[in-house]
């Protein structure tokens, strides 16, 4: 019986700390994402979740993104924990070993697909720290896993325009501060 991806839920928990802690006055704070506030990148990442939900129940995926401002809605937490609880419903045995059809032709099971899904939790985690003054550090066997899949799609990332250029980190700097500048944070001290 296939299980949800343990990495993949407690990447969910750490977004959710960090939701759940933004100040009210904080949601239209600019985020690290380019053009983004605090709130688009709530709505981005609880849009990402509704793709999970959709992909796990076997529906087609919408051609356009949606407003991210939408999808977050009046109260982004609230929004976020409705999405959460759906999608979650929907990630059953049988939708986990469900091949699903990535972007560059890739294939794999919803499972497998979901245990690379951390990288973009931590690192929205983090882009919604900074703009809400709020600080995060992750678990290293959280960030670990999630470095090494951003080490092997970061180029493919810049090729298509999705990522901006690397940040150069010091010597001996953590597997967090290394995810961050791959993706093109500026973590402080580098």
């Known amino acids: 019986?296939?299980?949800?991806?343990?990495?993949?839920?407690?990447?969910?928990?750490?977004?959710?700390?960090?939701?759940?802690?933004?100040?009210a006055d904080r949601w239209l704070s600019p985020s690290p994402c380019e053009g983004w506030a605090a709130v688009d990148v709530a709505g981005h990442v609880t849009a990402g979740l509704l793709v999970v939900e959709m992909r796990a129940a076997g529906r087609e995926l919408p051609e356009e993104d949606p407003d991210w401002r939408e999808v977050a809605g009046a109260d982004p937490v609230a929004s976020w924990r409705r999405v959460r609880a759906r999608m979650a419903a929907e990630l059953t045995p049988e939708a986990l070993a469900r091949p699903v059809r990535l972007a560059l032709g890739l294939e794999m099971t919803l499972s497998?697909?979901?245990?690379?899904?951390?990288?973009?939790?931590l690192v929205h985690s983090w882009d919604l720290a900074e703009a809400t003054g709020q600080s995060v550090v992750f678990d290293a066997d959280l960030v670990g896993p999630a470095l090494a899949t951003a080490r092997r799609m970061a180029s493919g990332g810049r090729e298509a325009g999705m990522l901006g250029p690397e940040v150069a980190v010091p010597e001996g700097a953590?597997?967090?501060?290394?995810?961050?500048?791959?993706?093109?944070?500026?973590?402080?001290?580098?």
Do not use: C, H, N
């Open 1 to 23: 019986m296939r299980m949800v991806p343990d990495r993949f839920v407690r990447a969910l928990d750490v977004f959710e700390r960090v939701l759940a802690a933004v100040p």
């Open 112 to 121: 497998e697909w979901l245990e690379g899904y951390p990288l973009e939790l």
């Open 174 to 190: 953590d597997d967090q501060t290394r995810l961050l500048a791959l993706f093109g944070r500026s973590p402080a001290g580098v």
